[in-house]
């Protein structure tokens, strides 16, 4: 299944993701962050992420990568 983009909904507070074939899926961002361990720094870049990049938000969480993401996006605070 080829992506053809994904974006952030704001009346769901879900990342929608649209395929080639004709599919739509969606990804909600409160369930998707309910059970991950952030700090404010790392919400606040985690909530860019979905706006800005939301393709590489549904990669991450697809992968079960976003704890991971977080945890690096914590490393680098200062």
């Known amino acids: 299944m080829r992506t053809i983009f ?3 909904n704001p009346q769901h507070n879900s990342i929608d993701v649209y395929t080639s074939a004709g599919y739509m899926f969606r990804i ?3 369930e998707a962050e309910k059970n991950l ?3 404010p720094v790392s919400d606040c870049a985690l909530n860019a992420l979905a ?4 393709l590489e938000y ?3 969480y697809l992968d079960e990568n976003l704890q ?3 945890n ?3 490393s680098l605070e200062l």
């Open 72 to 74: 690096a996006e914590d």
């Open 6 to 8: 994904a974006e952030y």
């Open 37 to 39: 361990k952030t700090t």
């Open 58 to 60: 549904a990669r991450l």
């Open 68 to 70: 991971m993401w977080v």
């Open 51 to 54: 706006l800005n990049q939301p």
């Open 28 to 30: 909600d961002c409160w």
